[in-house]
């Protein structure tokens, strides 16, 4: 595969993913106000996270928006992951996948060009959250969001290579709504995105605890609380890289053409 060749597939495909974006501008505003709505309206009515009402005084429910704001930037990357997901659960059905995979490129490519336009969707999705946020007295350091914005993407990338591996699954878009929320709910709720660990190890939820502590959603969650704070944290970094090349790798595998073809009887020997 030649350099120019690859430049010029990345921008076919990726390109193709922000026309489809740059022309439906709803998508931008819905996945704006869920996440909003969650961070105003949920963030005042939620009563005793950290041991104190979050309703008055009005600087405990301001640091808990903060608190909120990383794991609804994965709340947004996660899904705009399914969405994506579901673009090529549609590119399947009307043979526009056959076409791409039939391309005389390496498949992983092709899988990699659809995986980083939706990554970058997705961040730039979560930068427009960030802005959005900061209207409503959001303020982070500048350092700190220089330093999360490749956290982001690797976050991106991970959730997006998720969505890879459920259009590999999902046979019918009269199906994909309910594999969205059997996905997007556990992953959601049970991670770090509106509570921290200890107060589900306090509380004495241990299988939820445990959950939550497996789930890659919240280390994808704590890698952009820590790095909004001027920190990488290692632990959680390493877990979604490995996720992003075991979801990856499972989609390569799922989009294999000759997975599950019955071999052809060779010549009968003599």
């Known amino acids: 595969m030649k350099a120019a060749h690859a430049l010029r597939a990345l921008r076919a495909v990726a390109g193709?993913?922000?026309?489809?974006?740059?022309?439906?501008?709803?998508?931008?505003?819905?996945?704006?106000?869920?996440?909003?709505l969650w961070l105003l309206v949920f963030a005042a009515g939620f009563q005793n996270?950290?041991?104190?009402?979050?309703?008055?005084?009005?600087?405990?429910?301001?640091?808990?928006?903060?608190?909120?704001?990383?794991?609804?930037?994965?709340?947004?990357?996660?899904?705009?992951?399914?969405?994506?997901?579901?673009?090529?659960?549609?590119?399947r059905e009307m043979g526009v996948m056959r076409l791409l995979l039939t391309?005389?490129?390496?498949?992983?490519w092709i899988l990699a060009c659809k995986l980083m336009g939706g990554a970058t969707l997705s961040l730039a999705q979560m930068l427009a959250?960030?802005?959005?946020?900061w209207a409503f007295s959001i303020e982070l350091l500048p350092a700190g969001l220089l330093l999360?914005?490749?956290?982001?993407?690797?976050?991106?990338?991970?959730?997006?290579?998720?969505?890879?591996?459920?259009?590999?699954?999902v046979k019918q878009l009269e199906n994909f709504a309910g594999t969205m929320?059997?996905?997007?709910?556990?992953?959601?709720?049970?991670?770090?995105?509106?509570?921290?660990?200890?107060?589900?190890?306090?509380s004495g939820a241990w299988i939820v605890h445990l959950l939550a502590r497996f789930n890659p959603f919240t280390h994808a969650v704590e890698a952009m609380r820590f790095a909004l704070y001027g920190r990488w944290l290692a632990e959680s970094l390493l877990v979604v890289a490995a996720c992003t090349v075991v979801f990856f790798a499972a989609a390569l595998w799922g989009y294999d053409p000759q997975r599950g073809t019955p071999r052809r009887p060779g010549p009968p020997r003599e």
């Not at 993913?17 to 505003?29: D, H, K, N, V, Y």
């Open 181 to 202: 929320n059997f996905v997007i709910f556990p992953m959601f709720f049970l991670s770090t995105a509106l509570y921290p660990l200890w107060k589900l190890q306090e």
């Open 16 to 36: 193709r993913e922000l026309q489809s974006f740059a022309r439906q501008p709803g998508r931008l505003l819905s996945a704006l106000v869920r996440p909003l």
């Open 103 to 108: 391309a005389p490129l390496p498949r992983w």
């Open 148 to 169: 999360a914005l490749p956290v982001f993407l690797l976050s991106a990338l991970m959730l997006g290579a998720l969505g890879l591996v459920l259009s590999v699954y």
């Open 49 to 91: 996270v950290f041991g104190v009402a979050i309703a008055p005084p009005y600087e405990t429910y301001i640091e808990y928006r903060v608190y909120l704001l990383p794991g609804l930037l994965g709340m947004v990357a996660l899904f705009n992951g399914m969405q994506s997901s579901l673009a090529m659960v549609y590119d």
């Open 129 to 133: 959250f960030l802005l959005a946020a």
